[in-house]
């Protein structure tokens, strides 16, 4: 009995019908999923028991943590799938110049739209057509759906994305008997305008974000230090804020348009291990700091690099593919056509003489050029080339331009870096003027200071370690250091 009123109130039946939504979206397993939850609800429980008991006997600020981590352990279900279905949509937003441009291009010859996403399968560069492949197969095959019927259906659930804009217009072309190559042409136009929308969205939401980061990083860390010296408090409940870092980074997550990096996180991502251990090893703050600060350096540096690349890459995509246009339409082959472009960057000269080398895998830290080059090599078997490259070309000088305006106007959030650690480092000097303390400074100034960059760096450069933001970090609190108390 106690049983079946405890699977009336799981998640998994609470939130069945929304569950079921986002899962027929982006496909996944509905059990799957319940079972893999009543695994970590176990999990959820103990560590529910830990915190509870050290909060009794310990540090007992633990026990309202209680209430967050129960919350999350009851929606893990739901937020997991809606988290899922973003990631989904992301994507399919990121993917929807490229697939529009080769459904043009088949339409052209009369291939149909199933017909071209099962081409499109077989580019592993390319995600969403091989799910939406399987989808429309699945709904024909086996359901007894027609050819229409299903892709109805998945231009139902894509409301709101821009493959839902590809398959309405389809869908339009077949039923009113308009051409559909004159439809999808508008089609691209309109997948580049609301792509470029996306980004002058996350712009403003942005803003919003920053004023909170602000107020969680800076201004309430100083109104807790004054309590701090004022109660006596411990510095386990001056770090309180740092908890909220976590959720703010799934939000900007949530919220950022489809992040176009492809890093390799490569052996030296281990030794991140490194700062958990050297946090707690009895050693004097200052060799704690740097133990702490050399791996961040060490593990953004070559991050770093590939973000570099990936940059490069973007920016040199129109003019190469504008340049392979003018080759194609003096009747040279891709193959030939490359080797003689010659891009004022030895990285990405270096890059494409690997891809003349070995076109069927393509590997770089920029999505956007991968997926460029490997329907590069699509649109080269086509009769009309040279048109469709020019095509792409524009749609991705709108992505790059997108991107680099977003970056310009989340270049002010960069002052966060060095106004976090000087206005804690001003606040304490300011308080033990008034009272003497024996709190770490340094300890605080630099946990706020990382959970800064860290959170700006994700907000305006996609990544949680920017190397130039923890080297600038770095500099900042060696000079805060040497510097004597100016109050």
Known sequence: MLLNKLNKISPCNVFN?????YIEYYGDDYNKICSKYHYLLKIFILLLIAITILGMFLLRFLIFLDIPIGLIAYTYPLVYTWSRRE???????????FTTIIVYI????????????????????????????????????????????????????????????????????????????????????????????????????????????????????????????????????????????????????TIQPGVDYNIKHNKYIYSLIIIPIAIFIPVQIAFRLIIIFSVLLFVSFFIYQQIQLANELEKSLPLLLKEIAEYLRLGYTIQNAIPRIKINSSKVNKVLSEILRQSNEISTPSKLFNM???????????????????????????????????????RLYDAMIILTPIMLWLAFGTLNKIVSSTLPAIDIIAAYSVGSVILFSKLSRFTLLYFPAILLLVVVLLILSFLPPVF
């Open 17 to 21: 019908q929304k569950i079921k939504e």
């Open 87 to 97: 990631e989904y949509k992301k994507t399919v937003n990121l993917e929807a110049p």
């Open 106 to 253: 088949n339409s052209i010859v009369d291939k149909s739209l199933l017909y071209t996403f099962k081409e499109l399968s077989e580019v592993k560069e390319l995600k969403i057509p091989r799910i939406e492949y399987t989808f429309l197969n699945k709904m024909i095959e086996y359901m007894g759906f027609s050819y229409i019927k299903a892709l109805e259906k998945r231009a139902n659930l894509h409301r709101g994305d821009l493959l839902g804009k590809l398959y309405d217009n389809y869908l339009a072309a077949l039923n009113l008997g308009v051409t559909i190559k004159d439809r999808l042409r508008d089609v691209l136009k309109d997948v580049m305008y609301e792509l470029k929308e996306s980004y002058k969205t996350y712009i403003d939401k942005s803003a919003e974000l920053a004023e909170i980061q602000f107020a969680l990083l800076l201004l309430l860390p100083i109104v807790l230090l004054g309590f701090a010296f004022t109660f006596k408090t411990s510095i386990t409940e001056l770090l309180l804020p740092l908890l909220f870092i976590p959720p703010l980074i799934f939000v900007i997550s």
């Open 372 to 410: 460029s080059m490997k329907v590069l090599f699509i649109i080269s078997k086509s009769g009309s080339s040279s048109v469709a490259l020019e095509e792409l070309a524009n749609a991705i000088n709108e992505i790059v331009y997108a991107k680099q305006s977003l970056i310009r106007q989340l």
